[in-house]
């Protein structure tokens, strides 16, 4: 070290003693396009002098020695040294080191030069992540990544996104595993601009995660210094507003009456509008809650740089967004601080540590199903006034028609009191160590440590013998905690042999383990019957019944792995890989596992046949195969606990006995996921054509189903028990990928860059290992048999249930058509005739067939950007095709307002043959059929988003690198025949997925922003 | 080279052992659990899964509530003809195996079943003094589960111990002799062990088992054994009819001295449509009271199980429980000046023994699922009446049969009967009709006495028993087949 020091200062002496300096500036851009290129890196050779370029490809170096050399390199182009002849400004333009592909992609404890990949991977930087604006990070994979689907559980703000890779195999978690950093973690808290990249894992290549890595693996790179960089400081901001992107067209007042007269008067009821004249267009329920211009607004800052043996880079971010529902009641706000540093300790020796701080605070409404604000919205009758005449929210009468479930849902959203904070802090640190030439040890451990709490307020509120009248005033507080640390120990050898064996061997070992606890309380007799005074130090009322709670988890997992990767030449490339895991979620018997795969690619352009082919750049196959588990399913299901509900009453109090919780499966084991993908990477036409294509099939077997319905003689329906998870079946996913991206200039002012990827699945259940050969999930309605099923033969989760053959014209159709009167009604003209599908002359339970899934076919992706000197433009657009959806948020009551489609209804011999009459009476037309499944293909324009930067010559009088405006629009329009909020919506169940009970609206936002760099 | 790939050798085992990356990291107790087969180590584990056992009664609402619907004294009612449309269907007799009411109801039974299989299937575990109270009340109460799978299902699956995932493929539904033989030999031991006195209020009693033994062999015709039992208890037991017919269903009436068994259930907990069973309050209350309801005494439910003009005729005028049992709703508006709302088949009528009261301030939400009306399951007059008809259809006495039934219409100040022989059962018949009302009795003693007929829409030789939910038949994969008609 010493030495070293004393010779670095002898060369910086050497430069000043005999040097001719000059201060020189330049500029780097792409050969291909042009374009300037950021973050280059600039070093002089042998020292330490450095820069890098600013956004416009700029970048300034003073006192450089004439005949000193500089060597540009930037990830993924060629290196470039140039010799410094004098102070002119020196043009740069570097080439895209296609053969190379030297651009580094995280795999897994380790990283690989693109062109070596051999698996099916997927990326997404920062660039693109700095496009789309995503509000939470997932938003980011939908539509520019193939083979990637996500879906919102709700528009609400904060609410969760579900990411599908390669589409629904289980029914455990479907989630992908996260790792950020190395470490699991949870990707809903990240602040979108601290991402560097997102790396997905797709195939077998995942199989260094074994355990956990059955539904893919997303890797996430949080961003960090570059050596030898100046410090680069950027703010960006935005604020926007937002609206609802789509409101159901309910019958207005006029249209209620008449409808509500006619359906009385069907069943020989008195009407209940005897004069409909001045009724109007009444109240639009939808209006009066959803909100326009509802603000959001981000600020993010980042500060990074480092020097010959540091990095750092620093960040700070804010967001807070409203909901279109309830701004004040409903909101989301998310600060995050962050710090990355990396030191080389000495040569051999690195140190690297980052810790994000996260804080988000999250109030919500009642925004989904049954119950919920907009469900209320949905089925007040429009002849209400919203308000009384005191200026008080009218009570929704209680009459019979309306039942007892709808309540005004302004007075709701003023009646609803929450909070919701978490903080966490996450982060790992690590240390590398080169023991030999050829040998390095990581050390690493990552961590998250997570303290929520939440507080709900129930006002004491009387809606007038509603099921939301809360008689007394209570106020539930919770505090819960969440631990986890993943800690890596491995070693990885890498050596040349011969010049053309190329081997890496990583050997290495994981322990995770996650535990935490929570504690729930509720304190009755609110002071004042108020939010300021909702807390349980001033609620000091007790119940009778147990009004304290808490639990406590430890859940581990071990792993031991070991992995070859090897190549021959860099053109014939071969890894395999071994896994073994311990996980805490099964039973000692079932604990192990051993998760083996083989990737394997071949760079076709690299042999000499191909020299003369000068069309195509580079082109690789690959295959791969391997076995993946998935341990995600509930604590302890192999054992039968005693943590059901035993609670009864002697001498007229409750007793609290001790009962059997859920169900245990002993036999519990690994979910198994054999993942087989071949595919190729083309590069065309001087680079400008980029093409990955995949062919995928991936079998899951000894799938893992939680809450699996079972006979009722087990007991499963005892208070606080509950079905078991088992291990019940083999689903295939196939499919196709495919994506395309094409990018030039023009001319030097216009570039543009276009990508399409589409994806094809393909998902039939194998087997189903239980008695009956099916499994059904979901519901529907009220008291109806479960609208989902998973058999053979089909894709899982498809919808079972009767299929419809228009509608009864006459008494003599009725009579000619077999009896429907098992469905529980007989029928009358005007109801839905259903298909006797097993032909035995009689309509019930037993004629129920596949009416649909809700799992797309084709899904696609088309993103474009332009640039034009200043201006930029880009838009991304997302597809889904082929998806069912289940309308299922519509109250049968009879008073309840409806959809404007009930306007087309049967009313008499050849009126209608698609819809039903109305009448109060009972018919069959409620039981769940293909009248309730809708084609819910979409395309969505998901951002569209118009930049202008303004010219460096300006900026830069101010000292500000680049200055950019932005104006866009996310969530611009949705193309779709369903006629619900959001055909993108999903509760995530395999098996009951895509039912609608009232998902809440995604919202449109207009944006402005500005990014600033200095 | 050697010595280093020792020492990296020596650095893994080293890190290795410190990170504890052994199997041994994954052996650990899971936090603050009990094992449930590993459980029954004292006198207080049996006395807990005991509480267990009796949790499941609570879900008997059901059994009350849908028994009365599917008689001919009560219609469905409710908010429309889909309201509870498993309940609209029993009520016309249209019902089918896809019911989910009836599946809960199979359910719930057959939960309570398995609780009390649970300490049964350990009782030989720990011993302790007094252990034999608490295997007896449980086999009361499997007796009891059973008694219930039995009237409305027809032969079920038996098991002693509790019921394992995939015995729905390989254990037939036993005949209805073999359920009933096994409820026998529960009660027989269980009137045998216990007392008249329980330990505390709300447990079953020698009396209880006593009384439901009596009427297990009422159903099955065993007359001169259901005289033996029922007399013994009637003479030996503490029971007595209450004199006031209208207190008994007053909350100052529960387990008085009436009461040979009584479902316990109390208002202090909440509870939500998400899991009935999980109710500690009486979830038919909520559902048979007075819909829109606002005024003294009462408070509003959704008006399901409304009394028909028949059911309200069949009492002569000066039948004093008439007026107990069923509210006239426009007389009692016209004197209280109350107001209702009218729902589906408003017949003017409802169920007041079993109507939701004025409650006290603290009742916990959602109202409407946590009455605490107590649900007299065994009345001393059912007792009498039961007795009666033993020893009236038996031919073994209608002397005495006359004497029970007599004391029964003596505390509702009415004449006395003085007929015999076939015209005394039918006059039985009457009795219990009358004095049972809304209680969920009729719908069963109306075709375990071959009078199934009265019931509109009623289907000899189908309707006698319920459909076994259409999903149990597909679980049981051919095990099991469908009752008769459906």
Not at chain 1, 491 to 518: Q, R
Not at chain 1, 736 to 748: K, M
Not at chain 1, 771 to 788: E, I, K, R, W, Y
Request: net charge negative; glycine share 10%; proline share 4%.
């Amino acid at each position: 070290m010493t030495t070293k020091l004393l010779s670095l200062l002898f060369l910086v002496f050497t430069c000043f003693a005999f040097g001719q300096e000059v201060d020189i500036r330049g500029t780097v851009t792409d050969q291909a396009s042009g374009q300037p290129l950021p973050g280059v890196n600039v070093l002089v050779k042998n020292s330490s002098k450095g820069a890098s370029t600013d956004f416009d490809g700029n970048f300034e170096m003073k006192n450089v020695q004439i005949n000193s050399i500089l060597i540009f390199t930037y990830i993924g182009y060629k290196d470039q040294e140039i010799v410094v002849k004098n102070g002119d400004a020196i043009t740069v333009a570097l080439v895209e080191d296609s053969e190379a592909l030297d651009e580094v992609v995280v795999i897994g404890y380790g990283s690989a030069k693109k062109r070596d990949l051999t698996g099916a991977v997927s990326i997404v930087d920062s660039k693109m992540i700095e496009e789309i604006k995503p509000i939470k990070i997932e938003q980011a994979l939908q539509g520019t990544v193939s083979g990637v689907n996500v879906t919102t559980q709700s528009g609400a703000p904060g609410a969760g996104l579900d990411i599908r890779i390669r589409g629904i195999s289980t029914n455990g978690a479907n989630g992908p595993l996260i790792i950020i950093d190395g470490y699991q973690g949870d990707i809903g808290v990240l602040n979108p601009n601290d991402i560097e990249t997102i790396t997905v894992l797709k195939d077998a290549q995942a199989a260094i995660y074994g355990t956990i890595g059955a539904n893919g693996v997303v890797l996430i790179t949080t961003k960090s210094g570059k050596k030898n960089a100046k410090t680069s400081v950027s703010y960006n901001t935005y604020t926007g507003f937002q609206e609802s992107s789509r409101t159901l067209p309910l019958l207005n007042a006029t249209e209620y009456a008449l409808l509500l007269n006619e359906s009385y008067a069907a069943n020989g009821q008195a009407l209940p509008f005897s004069n409909v004249t001045g009724l109007g267009t009444g109240t639009d329920w939808q209006e009066e809650i959803l909100n326009d211009n509802v603000p959001i607004i981000s600020h993010d800052f980042n500060v990074s740089g480092g020097s010959e043996n540091i990095t750092y880079a620093i960040s700070g971010s804010h967001l807070y967004q409203q909901g279109i529902i309830a701004p004040k009641k409903s909101d989301f706000r998310r600060n995050t601080a962050r710090l990355s540093l990396g030191v080389d300790l000495s040569e051999k020796l690195r140190v690297k540590a980052n810790a994000i701080y996260t804080y988000i605070d999250r109030d919500a409404i009642n925004d989904n199903g049954l119950g919920s604000v907009l469900f209320n919205a949905l089925n007040t009758p429009s002849t209400l006034n919203p308000y009384d005449a005191n200026g008080e929210p009218t009570l929704v009468p209680n009459t019979t028609g309306l039942g007892i479930e709808i309540i005004n849902p302004i007075a709701q959203i003023e009646n609803t009191y929450n909070d919701f904070d978490l903080r966490k802090i996450n982060g790992t640190v690590s240390l590398e160590y080169d023991i030999l030439d050829s040998v390095t040890l990581t050390s690493r451990i990552g961590y998250n440590t997570t303290i929520q709490e939440s507080k709900s307020f129930a006002k004491q509120v009387d809606y007038g013998g509603k099921v939301f009248d809360v008689p007394r005033s209570s106020v539930s507080q919770n505090a819960e905690n969440f631990n986890d640390y993943t800690l890596d120990i491995f070693g990885t050898y890498k050596n040349v042999f011969n010049e053309s064996h190329d081997l890496t061997v990583t050997l290495g070992t994981t322990i995770f383990k996650t535990f935490g606890n929570g504690l729930f309380a509720t304190g009755y007799d609110v002071p004042n019957n108020s939010w300021e005074f909702a807390d349980i130090s001033l609620a000091t009322g007790t119940s009778d019944a147990r009004d304290v709670g808490s639990y406590t988890f430890d859940e581990r997992r071990l792993s031991f792995f070991a992995r070859a990767q090897y190549a021959f030449e860099g053109k014939y490339l071969l890894s395999a890989m071994i896994r073994r895991d311990l996980s805490t979620r099964f039973g000692p018997e079932n604990r192990v596992a051993y998760f083996p795969s083989l990737t394997a690619g071949w760079i076709i352009s690299d042999e000499n046949f191909f020299d003369d082919i000068n069309s195509v750049n580079f082109l690789k196959l690959r295959a791969s195969y391997g076995v993946l588990g998935n341990d995600q399913i509930g604590n302890n299901g192999y054992v039968s606990l005693l943590d059901g509900e035993a609670t009864y009453v002697f001498d007229n109090s409750l007793v609290q006995g001790q009962a059997i919780g859920v169900l245990p499966n002993p036999d519990l084991q690994w979910e198994e996921a054999k993942k087989f993908d071949v595919g190729l990477d083309m590069k065309l036409f001087n680079n400008r054509v980029d093409i990955t294509a995949d062919y995928f099939i991936n079998t899951r077997d000894n799938l893992l189903i939680g809450n699996i319905p079972v006979s009722g003689i087990t007991g499963v329906s005892a208070p606080g028990s509950g079905s078991p998870t088992v291990n019940a079946g083999k689903v295939e996913n196939k499919g196709f990928e495919f994506a395309i991206g094409y990018r030039d200039n023009l001319s030097d002012d216009f570039s543009f860059g276009i990508n399409y990827n589409i994806t094809t699945l393909q998902n039939e259940v194998l087997e189903v290992n239980n008695s009956t050969g099916f499994l059904d999930g979901g519901s529907f309605g009220v008291g109806q048999l479960a609208p989902s099923r998973m058999d053979v033969g089909n894709p899982i989760g498809y919808f079972y249930g009767l299929q419809t053959d228009g509608i009864f014209q006459n008494q003599a159709e009725v009579d000619a058509h077999p009896s429907q009167n098992d469905l529980g009604a007989s029928a009358a003209p005007g109801d839905i005739r259903f298909v006797d599908i097993n032909g035995d002359g009689n309509i019930d339970a037993n004629d129920r067939t596949n009416i649909g899934d809700p799992i797309p076919e084709v899904t696609m992706g088309l993103n474009l950007n332009f640039k034009y000197k200043g201006f930029d433009f880009v838009a991304y657009t997302f597809a889904s095709l082929g998806n069912d959806m289940v309308r299922n948020y519509e109250r049968t009551l009879t008073d309840v307002n409806r959809l404007n489609y009930v306007l087309d209804r049967w009313t008499g011999e050849g009126t209608s043959n698609t819809v039903p009459r109305v009448t109060t009476a009972a018919t069959t037309n409620n039981v769940f059929s293909d009248y309730f499944v809708e084609d819910a293909s979409y395309i969505r324009i998901q951002n569209i988003q118009l930049g202008y930067t303004i010219p460096a010559k300006f900026s830069e009088k101010f000292k500000i690198s680049k200055v950019r405006v932005y104006g866009g629009v996310n969530n611009l329009y949705t193309f779709t025949k369903y006629r619900g909020y959001d055909p993108g919506a999903s509760s995530g169940a395999p098996i009951g997925g895509g039912i609608d009970f009232g998902f809440y609206p995604i919202p449109r936002t207009y944006l402005v922003g500005l990014n600033l760099n200095f | 080279m050697k010595n280093k790939l020792i020492n990296i050798i020596a650095v893994f085992t080293i890190l290795f052992a410190v990170s504890g990356c052994t199997d041994d990291f994954i052996e650990r107790p899971i936090p603050y659990s009990i094992d449930s087969e590993n459980y029954f180590n004292s006198e207080d584990d049996y006395y807990n899964a005991l509480v267990g056992a009796y949790d499941l009664l609570q879900s008997t609402y059901a059994n009350a509530i849908v028994g009365e619907i599917a008689s001919n004294n009560t219609l469905c009612g409710g908010e429309s003809a889909t309201d509870v449309i498993g309940w609209q269907q029993i009520d016309d007799m249209i019902h089918t195996p896809v019911n989910s009411n009836l599946k809960d109801i199979w359910n719930w039974m057959f939960a309570g079943v398995n609780r009390a299989n649970y300490i049964l299937e350990f009782q030989d575990k720990t011993d302790f003094e007094g252990k034999e109270i608490i295997i007896a009340e449980a086999r009361f109460l499997r007796a009891y589960y059973y008694f219930e799978l039995v009237k409305w299902f027809g032969p079920v699956p038996l098991k002693e111990v509790r019921f394992q995932l995939g015995d729905e493929t390989s254990i037939p539904r036993s005949p209805v002799e073999d359920v009933y033989a096994l409820i026998e030999s529960d009660l027989i031991f269980a009137s045998n062990t216990l007392s008249y006195t329980a330990p505390q209020t709300g447990r079953a009693t020698r009396g209880s088992a006593e009384a439901l033994l009596g009427k297990a062999y009422l159903y099955q015709d065993k007359f001169s054994d259901a005289a033996i039992v029922l007399e013994n208890l009637i003479m030996n037991g503490p029971y007595d009819l209450v004199t006031d017919y209208d207190t008994i269903f007053e909350n100052q009436g529960e387990n008085g001295i009436e009461s040979v068994f009584e479902v316990q259930y109390t208002d202090v907990e909440g509870a939500s449509f998400d899991c009935l069973q999980c109710s500690e309050g009486n979830i038919a209350v909520g559902f048979s009271g007075i819909r829109n309801y606002s005024g003294p005494t009462f408070t509003p439910g959704f008006s399901f199980n409304v009394p028909t003009q028949e059911a309200y005729d069949a009492f002569d005028e000066d039948d004093i429980r008439r007026d107990v049992a069923i509210l006239d709703i426009e007389a009692w508006a016209a004197s209280t000046g109350a107001t209702f709302g009218t729902g589906f088949e408003h017949t003017g009528y409802f169920n007041r023994k079993y109507l939701p009261r004025v409650r006290s301030a603290n009742a916990a939400g959602d109202v409407n699922l946590t009455n605490p009306n107590n649900y007299r399951a065994i009345r001393f007059a059912d007792v009498l009446l039961m007795a009666a008809e033993a020893f009236n259809r038996g031919s073994i006495s209608d002397d005495k049969a006359r004497l029970y039934l007599n004391r029964v219409r003596t505390r509702a100040t009415l004449d006395d009967i003085t007929a015999s022989g076939n015209a005394l059962t039918d006059a039985i018949y009457q009795e219990r009709r009358l004095e049972l009302v809304g209680e969920g009795h009729q719908f069963f003693d109306l075709v375990r006495t071959g009078r199934g007929n009265q019931i509109d829409g009623f289907s000899a030789n189908k309707n006698e028993l319920f459909p076994v939910p259409f999903e149990e038949i597909q679980f049981s994969n051919g095990n099991w087949q469908q009752n008769p008609g459906y």
